[in-house]
């Protein structure tokens, strides 16, 4: 990729986009404790924070995941940080998944089950997930016969990243949405900004992580295009010469991770 045009996506970046906030976050209390004070309405004492710490799977092949910001508090309580901009990473069932992965890792062999913390899911969407207008919804379990809360320690929270309340929670998503640092009102926000987009040194940086993402996206397409491909010989092989899916396979040489691919989108299909 063309050096003006990394520059130029460099130059677009908002706190919306993971590859900026997560660095701007990574060991960054202060900014961590301003954020988390203002979308949980409390003061909140931050001990660490990590940008881009994955979690693995104990199962083999199982998804892992990479949490946009994974911070700990004095008490111990784990928070996961997101932010997303499409409507398919902000699903609701993704936002159970990093809850578990979360609580998978806070207990020790023999540690009882009461010792385990409380942890918080908050996903910052770019735009009203429920489009209630509402700056944040909170997630919460409810015993459905007595509606009273069941209070487990897990939660959830969708940030509403289209609110423009004039309010600490409307100023916070409108300097999420800002490109120029200058145009930040929160300090603590600006300053990390500043740094990644306006110093010699963060912005290489952040040119660097863009341009890894491009050629990994770019390997991505390739990867998916190819299997489209394969996946219209195979259907053709099918309707044509009446094979059946495995022979169709067999007979093109695929194997693998690619077979799998295509026998589960032809399955879908079905």
């Not at 104990?58 to 309580?77: F, K, Q, S, W």
């Amino acid at each position: 990729m063309a050096k003006e045009n990394v520059n130029e996506l460099v130059d677009k970046l908002t706190l919306f986009d993971d590859d900026l906030m997560s660095r701007v976050f990574d060991n960054n209390i202060e900014a961590t404790e301003l954020m988390l004070r203002i979308i949980l309405g409390r003061n909140i004492n931050v001990i660490s924070v990590i940008g881009q710490d994955e979690i693995k799977s104990h199962e083999v092949g199982g998804r892992n995941i990479t949490l946009d910001v994974h911070a700990i508090d004095v008490n111990g309580d784990e928070i996961d940080i997101e932010v997303q901009g499409n409507s398919a990473g902000a699903h609701i069932r993704r936002a159970r998944y990093h809850s578990s992965m979360v609580d998978s890792k806070m207990l020790d062999e023999g540690q009882e089950f009461r010792q385990l913390k409380d942890s918080y899911i908050i996903f910052i969407y770019k735009h009203d997930k429920f489009r209630k207008g509402l700056p944040v919804y909170h997630i919460d379990r409810y015993i459905r016969e007595t509606e009273e809360l069941f209070d487990d320690g897990s939660h959830i929270i969708y940030v509403n990243g289209n609110y423009k309340g004039n309010d600490e929670i409307g100023q916070l998503m409108n300097d999420f949405r800002q490109t120029d640092s200058d145009k930040i009102h929160y300090a603590a926000l600006a300053k990390g900004v500043k740094h990644f987009k306006d110093t010699e040194k963060g912005r290489e940086q952040m040119c660097e992580a863009v341009e890894k993402y491009a050629k990994e996206y770019a390997k991505e397409y390739a990867k998916e295009y190819a299997v489209k491909e394969k996946m219209i010989s195979v259907k053709n092989l099918m309707e044509n010469m009446k094979l059946t899916v495995d022979q169709a396979l067999n007979a093109l040489g695929i194997q693998g991770d690619e077979r799998k691919t295509i026998i589960n989108q032809l399955q879908n299909r079905n």
